[in-house]
Structures are given as structure tokens and as C-alpha cells.
């Protein structure tokens, strides 16, 4: 069986246009939007959240807002997804997490980045 006759039987959806595709998403992958509060900047909030995504292999982003909180968005496996906020209940060291609002929303397409795995970045503007 060829790879990508393997993917579709899987429910992965690749991204046609590159050499070597990767699957984007599959039937099991969600996307979330999360928003932080509590004591969540200037306490390494944004890089803690992509370290966790990364060595999870979640794609998305992390920004701080004007109000204090931090907003994440995190697409990936279901159970990869849960062990994000999971980990942002915590937070690191410093934080003082109050409450993490968690939306599940539509799933996007997910370019590679490197080596293959989807990028989880930092916006720092709105």
C-alpha cells in the first residue's frame, strides 16, 4: 500500500501542493482556543507554552493581551491538545494560574515548518 493510499485510509488529509506531505490533520485532531488569567506575564508564560506545544508536536501560536491574559491557540492530536492544558493549568515556576477558558474551534491547515512537524510561535502584536 502506498503512503498516501496508507494516509487516506487513516482519515489524514495532506497537503498536495509539497514534496514528501505530511498529514495536517486527521480524525482524531482539534483545535483549540485557550485564554489564561491569573498572574501569566513576565513570568516566561509564552515560552513555557511553546516548549510544552513543541515537544508535543502541536502546531498553533501563544500572545500576551492587553488585559493581562495570555491567549493560545493549539491544534494537534485530541489527547496531545489535553496535555496542553493540562500543562497550562499549571503554568512554570512563577505563574499563578486563576482559570484557563477553553474553546474548541475549527481546525486549520497546518504548513510544516520543520522537519515536518507544524510550527508553534509567538505573535507578539495584535
Given at each position: 500500500?502506498?503512503?498516501?493510499?496508507?494516509?487516506?485510509?487513516?482519515?489524514?488529509?495532506?497537503?498536495?501542493?509539497?514534496?514528501?506531505?505530511?498529514?495536517?490533520s486527521?480524525?482524531?485532531?482539534?483545535?483549540?482556543?485557550?485564554?489564561?488569567?491569573?498572574?501569566?506575564?513576565g513570568?516566561?508564560?509564552?515560552?513555557?507554552t511553546?516548549?510544552?506545544?513543541?515537544?508535543?508536536?502541536?502546531g498553533?501560536w501563544v500572545?500576551n493581551?492587553?488585559?493581562g491574559?495570555?491567549?493560545?491557540?493549539?491544534?494537534?492530536?485530541?489527547?496531545?491538545?489535553?496535555?496542553?492544558?493540562?500543562?497550562?493549568?499549571?503554568?512554570?515556576?512563577?505563574?499563578?494560574?486563576?482559570?484557563?477558558?477553553?474553546t474548541?474551534?475549527?481546525?486549520q491547515?497546518?504548513?510544516?515548518?520543520?522537519?515536518?512537524?507544524?510550527?508553534?510561535?509567538v505573535?507578539?502584536?495584535?
Amino acid at each position: 500500500m502506498k503512503r498516501d493510499d496508507m494516509r487516506a485510509s487513516r482519515g489524514a488529509r495532506t497537503d498536495e501542493s509539497e514534496e514528501g506531505a505530511v498529514p495536517v490533520s486527521s480524525s482524531d485532531d482539534i483545535r483549540v482556543h485557550a485564554v489564561v488569567a491569573g498572574l501569566v506575564q513576565g513570568v516566561g508564560f509564552r515560552y513555557f507554552t511553546v516548549m510544552t506545544a513543541g515537544k508535543l508536536g502541536l502546531g498553533g501560536w501563544v500572545r500576551n493581551c492587553y488585559d493581562g491574559s495570555v491567549e493560545v491557540e493549539a491544534q494537534g492530536e485530541r489527547g496531545k491538545v489535553a496535555r496542553l492544558i493540562s500543562a497550562l493549568k499549571q503554568g512554570p515556576r512563577y505563574a499563578d494560574v486563576e482559570r484557563v477558558d477553553v474553546t474548541e474551534i475549527p481546525l486549520q491547515e497546518l504548513k510544516p515548518a520543520r522537519h515536518g512537524f507544524p510550527s508553534f510561535g509567538v505573535f507578539y502584536e495584535r
